[in-house]
């Protein structure tokens, strides 16, 4: 899979805040979602500071399996109810 800049999307002004708001991001999200085996059924988000990383950076990712803190870290684990991987909700 070949992912590509496209300058007028990846590099344009940015007037909102959130996690896909620069170049990079944008690359990286367009290779995610065009991934031929599909888009992961995990995510880890997280940051440093005192920021709230709730709920997860994709819309998709629903579910917090578990987060972490440690000093001014944090981390969650988030899942895909919609993905083919086994999740708390899908456990018996």
Not at 9 to 24: E, I, R, T
Not at 28 to 54: A, E, I, K, M, T
Request: charged letters at 25%; hydrophobic letters at 35%; proline letters at 8%.
């Amino acid at each position: 899979m070949k992912i590509k800049f496209n300058p007028g999307l990846d590099f344009q002004a940015q007037k909102s805040k959130g996690a896909f708001n620069n170049a990079a991001s944008k690359i990286l999200g367009r290779s995610v979602l065009q991934n031929p085996n599909g888009v992961p059924g995990f995510l880890l988000y997280g940051g440093w500071g005192d920021g709230d990383y709730r709920p997860s950076c994709w819309p998709r990712y629903t579910e917090e399996i578990h987060d972490w803190r440690a000093a001014e870290t944090r981390l969650g684990l988030w899942w895909d109810p919609a993905s083919s991987l086994e999740g708390p909700s899908k456990r018996s």
